[in-house]
């Protein structure tokens, strides 16, 4: 399998997101992670913190879904990010700047293709989902 959709990890697949959007059953978590990158592109950059909640919105209340965008955020090697933690105010991701990349990308294939050719470790799996 071709690096670029990702990798063999002791006999399972796991595809990043590339790989992913060659797989329809994908498509809910392809969305999740299109709609937060699109919002980290409207906030301001002291402000480009996604929240846990505002991840839960993008998978449309999915709980099940969740842990899924949350492991893609931290794995997936573009858009890059500067921070995650937890607080009072629960779990978040802080966004680079070069999230702005993708503000005038509306789908997934767009975002896609303004990323480029990327190569990356283990994402989600589509057997996760």
């Known amino acids: 399998m071709s690096p670029l959709l990702g990798v063999v990890d002791r006999e399972r697949i796991q595809l990043n997101a590339l790989g992913m959007s060659e797989v329809p059953a994908a498509a809910p978590l392809l969305e999740a992670w299109a709609s937060i990158v699109r919002s980290a592109c409207k906030k301001?950059?002291?402000?480009?913190?996604?929240?846990?909640?505002?991840?839960?919105?993008?998978?449309?209340?999915?709980?099940?879904?969740?842990p899924c965008v949350v492991a893609m955020m931290m794995k997936e090697p573009?858009?890059?990010?500067?921070?995650?933690?937890?607080?009072?105010?629960?779990?978040?991701?802080r966004w680079e700047d070069d999230v702005l990349a993708a503000r005038e990308a509306s789908t997934v294939a767009e975002i896609l293709e303004l990323r480029g050719p990327s190569v990356s470790g283990p994402q989600p799996s589509i057997l996760d989902l």
């Open 78 to 93: 573009w858009p890059e990010i500067c921070g995650m933690g937890s607080s009072n105010a629960g779990f978040w991701i």
């Open 44 to 66: 301001e950059r002291h402000e480009r913190r996604i929240t846990g909640d505002e991840m839960l919105a993008a998978c449309n209340g999915d709980r099940a879904l969740f």
